[in-house]
């Protein structure tokens, strides 16, 4: 039997009843998560833990009757399954060791990926099943361009000073990077498809920061070597794309060029706009911004039921722009999913 969220990747026609799925669904807003996550001792301990990550997966999906399990993992196993030094400080967020030069690159060990993420891998294992038929299990990545901000920058960044200042200063180190990037991503998603996973994402969170020139480079291409590397090895499983905050052609191109089944769509952009610029072969994943999933009540009903009216007629799955705040009331979430599930 074939998942709803699958079916509506891979058939294209708008369904009577979208998918749901709610982007970092696992997380702080859950106390059941935080109980775990104290017992893991810290976010790290977490994510190598195949027993307590397969836990947390499954926790939405118990409150809630969501139609796909995201695995709980991070975008930062790359640089740590490359042997970058990575941690999650309270209140804080990421921090790892800094690449200042490309002469850095040799700490990185591209083969070292597959054995320093195999508790993914028996993550996905442990809850693909204990997973039902009608639900998909979603494996994930940061894609290239996102990640690589992270590995420069040292941690977060809202205005990627260091990573303009090194692609600048280093273009043909940044392609190197790039490369490295593309080819630990493309073996974690596959080593995730063997491992259970019937849906891809690749997370760009931060490609808006790119237009134009720089977004074909640092974006699409990345996602697009990603792709056809899964897509040759495993052509049967959908991939989504989240080139957040892109916009006009860049996110037109990105669609056509990268060879994406689906792609998500950030709060800040209307549905009549994402349904202008993304082919109807495409399908449409999103849109309710975060924040008024925090605020709940009636605003919460309207901006659920305009994005349905929104994307009415073309192939959706509903999610959220981006994931998930810690602050949601997990009732907000339940409301969410029954007024979707009853549309
Ligand atoms: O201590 C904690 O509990 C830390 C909070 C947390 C969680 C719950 C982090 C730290 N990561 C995660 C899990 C996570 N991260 C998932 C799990 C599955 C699910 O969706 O339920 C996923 C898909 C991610 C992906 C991720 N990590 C992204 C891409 C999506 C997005 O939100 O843009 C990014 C950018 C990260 C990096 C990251 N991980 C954690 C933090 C604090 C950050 C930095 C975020 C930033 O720079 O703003």
């Known amino acids: 039997m074939t998942s709803p969220l699958v ?4 058939q294209k026609n708008a369904p009577q009843q979208p998918p749901v799925w709610i982007m970092r669904q696992a997380g702080r807003y859950l106390p059941e998560y935080l109980k775990v996550r104290a017992e893991a001792g810290s976010f790290m301990n977490l994510c190598r833990n195949p027993a307590l990550a397969a836990e947390v997966t499954l926790q939405p999906l118990r409150r809630f009757n969501l139609d796909a399990a995201i695995i709980f993992s991070d975008i930062l196993m790359i640089p740590y399954g490359l042997g970058q030094h990575v941690t999650f400080v309270e209140g804080e967020g990421p921090k790892l060791s ?3 030069h490309p002469n850095d690159f040799h700490f990185l ?3 070292k990926t597959a054995q320093a993420l195999q508790p993914v891998y028996d993550a996905l294992g442990l809850v693909k099943e204990k ?3 009608n639900k998909s299990l979603i494996g994930f990545a940061g894609a ?12 977060s960044s809202r205005t990627f000073e260091k ?4 692609v600048a200063a280093f273009p043909e180190g940044m392609q190197t990077l790039m490369d490295i990037l593309v080819e630990a991503t493309a073996a974690h998603l596959l080593a995730q498809i063997q491992a259970g996973a019937d849906v891809v994402q690749l997370f760009d969170s931060w490609a808006g920061a790119l237009t134009g020139d720089d977004f074909a480079r640092w974006v699409i291409a990345p996602n697009k070597a990603i792709i056809a590397r899964v897509k040759q090895a495993a052509p049967h499983v959908p991939v989504i794309g989240f080139p957040r905050k892109a916009r006009g052609a860049d996110l037109t191109h990105y669609c056509v060029q990268t060879g994406i089944d689906g792609v998500g769509i950030d ?3 209307s549905p009549a706009e994402a349904c202008a610029l993304v082919p109807p072969s495409i399908t449409l994943q999103g849109n309710i911004s975060p924040q008024v999933l925090v605020a709940g009540g009636a605003a919460l009903e309207q901006a659920i039921d305009a994005c349905l009216e929104g994307f009415k007629g073309r192939s959706h799955i509903f999610n959220l722009g981006h994931g998930v705040v810690p602050q949601t009331p997990p009732d907000n979430v339940a409301a969410l999913v029954a007024r979707v599930k009853f549309s």
Not at 163 to 166: C, G, H, L, S
């Open 109 to 111: 060990k591209p083969l």
């Open 163 to 166: 990573t303009k200042a090194f």
């Open 7 to 10: 079916q509506t990747l891979l």
């Open 131 to 133: 997973l039902s038929e």
């Open 144 to 155: 290239p361009w996102t990640v690589a901000t992270y590995m420069i920058e040292g941690g």
């Open 98 to 100: 800094r690449l200042d």
């Open 267 to 269: 709060e800040d952009l």
